[in-house]
């Protein structure tokens, strides 16, 4: 049976959430007792909740402001999109050489719904599913460790859903024809194929951003 949340769980996956999503942008100071007035809860909680943010280098304690939303930079999203390609791609190259049938399949489905999505206009629903694209192929090639490592540097980086390049029906097309080439290289266990379109199709991300 799953243990129930505690306060302090509640506290840090909802202040995630709106730090992930741009709720709470870069800059904006976190002020305890706030936070746990808003939240239904004491200060206790927020507090060690505050404190895995900051282990998580998403909040910042400056003298006289308290607890910061950490405000990343250019410099900060070259390094974020630099290592996604190093890790997905290499996600990529080793996954070519040990997914299953059934593994290639459910990715084929995932795509189709992809497809099917932006065929219908559907743009919003695409940024999730490219998240979780990106993930069962890490996990299918780096299940003891690197599929881990994926998410946790997805989860260090907050990218706002207005800023999602699925948003834009031209990139998506690009995108998802990445998607496709990505699975055919996979399909042949062609893993240096694989992880060279995995890191250009990821470097594409930072390029939107950037733009």
């Not at 506290?11 to 709720?23: A, K, M, N, P, S």
């Not at 200060?43 to 910061?68: C, F, M, N, Q």
């Not at 997905?88 to 497809?115: C, K, P, T, Y």
Request: charge should be negative.
């Amino acid at each position: 049976m799953r243990q129930p949340m505690s306060k302090a769980d509640y506290v840090y996956e909802v202040l995630l959430d709106e730090i992930r999503t741009g709720q709470i942008p870069g800059g904006t100071a976190l002020r305890a007792a706030a936070v746990a007035t808003r939240l239904g809860v004491s200060v206790t909680p927020v507090r060690e909740a505050l404190r895995r943010l900051e282990k998580d280098r998403l909040i910042s304690y400056e003298p006289h402001h308290g607890a910061t939303v950490v405000d990343l930079g250019d410099d900060a999203l070259e390094e974020f999109y630099g290592v996604r390609a190093v890790v997905e791609g290499l996600g990529a190259r080793l996954a070519a050489g040990r997914i299953a049938a059934a593994e290639l399949a459910e990715l084929r489905r995932l795509h189709e719904s992809m497809v099917a999505d932006a065929a219908a206009g559907r743009h919003d629903l695409l940024g999730g599913q490219s998240e979780e694209f990106h993930l069962r192929i890490a996990d299918i090639g780096g299940p003891a460790f690197l599929g881990r490592h994926a998410r946790a540097v997805r989860a260090s980086f907050p990218v706002p859903p207005g800023a999602s390049l699925w948003l834009d029906p031209g990139v998506a097309e690009r995108q998802l024809d990445a998607h496709e080439r990505i699975l055919r290289a996979l399909e042949r266990g062609d893993g240096e194929t694989a992880e060279q379109i995995m890191i250009e199709h990821v470097k594409a991300g930072a390029a939107h951003r950037r733009a």
